[in-house]
Protein backbone atom coordinates (compact mmCIF):
# COMPACT_ATOMS: atom_id res chain seq x y z
CA UNK A 1 0.00 0.00 0.00
CA UNK A 2 2.91 2.23 0.74
CA UNK A 3 4.33 2.03 -2.53
CA UNK A 4 1.03 3.78 -4.14
CA UNK A 5 1.21 6.90 -1.63
CA UNK A 6 4.02 8.70 -3.43
CA UNK A 7 2.50 8.79 -7.09
CA UNK A 8 -0.34 9.60 -5.42
CA UNK A 9 1.07 12.86 -4.14
CA UNK A 10 2.75 13.61 -7.15
CA UNK A 11 -0.16 13.30 -9.37
CA UNK A 12 -2.11 15.82 -6.42
CA UNK A 13 1.02 18.23 -6.20
CA UNK A 14 1.11 17.88 -10.53
CA UNK A 15 -2.77 18.98 -10.74
CA UNK A 16 -2.63 21.62 -8.53
CA UNK A 17 0.04 23.11 -9.85
CA UNK A 18 -1.65 22.62 -13.21
CA UNK A 19 -4.86 24.65 -12.01
CA UNK A 20 -2.85 27.67 -10.69
CA UNK A 21 -0.74 28.31 -13.95
CA UNK A 22 -4.51 27.87 -16.00
CA UNK A 23 -5.52 31.74 -14.37
CA UNK A 24 -2.40 33.19 -15.93
CA UNK A 25 -3.83 31.83 -19.40
CA UNK A 26 -7.09 33.94 -19.33
CA UNK A 27 -7.41 36.14 -22.02
CA UNK A 28 -9.74 37.98 -23.92
CA UNK A 29 -12.28 37.14 -26.74
CA UNK A 30 -13.30 40.30 -28.71
CA UNK A 31 -16.76 40.63 -31.20
CA UNK A 32 -18.07 43.45 -32.44
CA UNK A 33 -22.45 43.52 -33.36
CA UNK A 34 -24.57 46.41 -33.85
CA UNK A 35 -22.12 48.72 -35.62
CA UNK A 36 -23.93 51.65 -37.72
CA UNK A 37 -22.97 55.35 -39.02
CA UNK A 38 -26.28 57.66 -39.28
CA UNK A 39 -26.19 59.11 -42.50
CA UNK A 40 -23.57 62.28 -42.21
CA UNK A 41 -25.25 65.89 -42.51
CA UNK A 42 -21.31 67.59 -42.43
CA UNK A 43 -17.53 66.37 -42.62
CA UNK A 44 -18.56 64.57 -39.26
CA UNK A 45 -20.34 61.67 -38.30
CA UNK A 46 -20.96 59.84 -35.08
CA UNK A 47 -20.21 55.70 -35.03
CA UNK A 48 -21.97 53.24 -32.61
CA UNK A 49 -21.23 49.56 -32.14
CA UNK A 50 -21.33 46.92 -28.67
CA UNK A 51 -17.73 45.06 -28.25
CA UNK A 52 -18.49 42.06 -26.38
CA UNK A 53 -15.74 40.40 -24.54
CA UNK A 54 -16.42 36.17 -23.70
CA UNK A 55 -13.11 36.12 -21.89
CA UNK A 56 -11.82 36.01 -19.05
CA UNK A 57 -9.28 39.02 -19.03
CA UNK A 58 -10.03 42.72 -19.77
CA UNK A 59 -9.06 44.59 -22.72
CA UNK A 60 -9.33 47.75 -23.88
CA UNK A 61 -9.83 49.23 -26.91
CA UNK A 62 -7.18 52.27 -27.38
CA UNK A 63 -7.37 53.68 -31.43
CA UNK A 64 -10.11 53.30 -34.49
CA UNK A 65 -8.80 53.44 -37.69
CA UNK A 66 -10.67 54.64 -41.02
CA UNK A 67 -9.78 55.62 -44.71
CA UNK A 68 -13.28 56.75 -44.26
CA UNK A 69 -12.01 59.84 -42.33
CA UNK A 70 -8.98 62.19 -41.66
CA UNK A 71 -9.09 60.67 -37.84
CA UNK A 72 -11.45 58.44 -35.76
CA UNK A 73 -11.69 59.31 -32.16
CA UNK A 74 -13.25 57.43 -29.02
CA UNK A 75 -15.79 59.94 -26.89
CA UNK A 76 -17.46 58.87 -23.55
CA UNK A 77 -20.38 61.32 -22.42
CA UNK A 78 -20.32 61.80 -18.66
CA UNK A 79 -23.43 63.33 -17.56
CA UNK A 80 -24.28 66.04 -20.35
CA UNK A 81 -20.61 66.81 -21.12
CA UNK A 82 -18.58 64.95 -24.34
CA UNK A 83 -14.82 64.13 -23.79
CA UNK A 84 -12.42 62.31 -25.60
CA UNK A 85 -10.83 59.35 -24.34
CA UNK A 86 -7.42 57.78 -25.34
CA UNK A 87 -8.97 54.21 -24.04
CA UNK A 88 -11.88 52.63 -22.77
CA UNK A 89 -12.30 48.95 -20.98
CA UNK A 90 -13.90 46.13 -22.81
CA UNK A 91 -14.49 44.44 -19.26
CA UNK A 92 -14.02 40.26 -18.88
CA UNK A 93 -17.61 38.76 -19.26
CA UNK A 94 -18.71 42.23 -20.16
CA UNK A 95 -19.21 44.76 -22.94
CA UNK A 96 -18.18 47.95 -24.01
CA UNK A 97 -21.10 49.53 -25.60
CA UNK A 98 -21.17 52.69 -28.10
CA UNK A 99 -24.56 54.47 -28.53
CA UNK A 100 -26.34 57.38 -28.91
CA UNK A 101 -25.95 59.66 -25.70
CA UNK A 102 -23.37 57.64 -24.54
CA UNK A 103 -20.03 56.19 -25.38
CA UNK A 104 -19.46 56.71 -29.30
CA UNK A 105 -17.08 57.52 -31.87
CA UNK A 106 -16.58 60.54 -34.33
CA UNK A 107 -15.56 60.63 -37.25
CA UNK A 108 -13.88 63.75 -38.12
CA UNK A 109 -12.72 65.21 -41.45
CA UNK A 110 -14.76 63.10 -43.73
CA UNK A 111 -13.23 62.28 -46.98
CA UNK A 112 -16.28 62.30 -48.52
CA UNK A 113 -19.85 61.67 -46.93
CA UNK A 114 -21.04 58.30 -47.17
CA UNK A 115 -24.73 57.75 -48.13
CA UNK A 116 -27.69 55.75 -46.52
CA UNK A 117 -26.90 51.99 -47.58
CA UNK A 118 -22.79 52.26 -47.59
CA UNK A 119 -21.05 50.55 -45.35
CA UNK A 120 -17.75 52.34 -43.75
CA UNK A 121 -14.79 50.01 -42.98
CA UNK A 122 -13.50 51.03 -39.56
CA UNK A 123 -10.89 49.37 -37.61
CA UNK A 124 -10.58 48.47 -34.06
CA UNK A 125 -7.25 48.53 -32.10
CA UNK A 126 -6.80 46.70 -28.90
CA UNK A 127 -4.60 46.72 -26.05
CA UNK A 128 -3.84 43.32 -25.69
CA UNK A 129 -6.07 41.46 -28.97
CA UNK A 130 -5.20 41.87 -32.28
CA UNK A 131 -7.45 44.68 -34.44
CA UNK A 132 -10.95 43.87 -35.44
CA UNK A 133 -12.11 45.18 -39.21
CA UNK A 134 -15.92 46.38 -39.00
CA UNK A 135 -18.39 46.79 -42.19
CA UNK A 136 -20.54 49.75 -40.44
CA UNK A 137 -23.42 50.14 -41.94
CA UNK A 138 -24.61 54.00 -42.93
CA UNK A 139 -28.15 54.46 -41.73
CA UNK A 140 -30.38 57.46 -42.12
CA UNK A 141 -29.25 60.44 -39.91
CA UNK A 142 -32.56 59.85 -37.76
CA UNK A 143 -32.28 55.62 -37.21
CA UNK A 144 -32.91 54.23 -33.55
CA UNK A 145 -31.93 50.79 -33.05
CA UNK A 146 -34.51 48.50 -32.48
CA UNK A 147 -32.13 46.85 -29.25
CA UNK A 148 -31.54 50.22 -27.91
CA UNK A 149 -28.10 49.48 -28.01
Known amino acids: MRHLAAP ?7 LALTACS ?3 DAKAD ?10 PV ?12 EGGAKDELTSVTSDAAG ?3 VHRTVGQSMEEVA ?9 LVFR ?3 NHLMFENLKRRPKQGEKVTVELHFADSGPIKV ?7 TYTPATGH
Not at 30 to 39: N, W
Not at 87 to 95: F, I, M, T
Open 8 to 14: AALMAGA
Open 71 to 73: SVT
Open 30 to 39: LSVSSSYMPQ
Open 100 to 102: SGG
Open 42 to 53: SDMAAGFLTIAN
Open 87 to 95: SLDVPAHGR
Open 135 to 141: EMPVKSA
Open 22 to 24: GSG
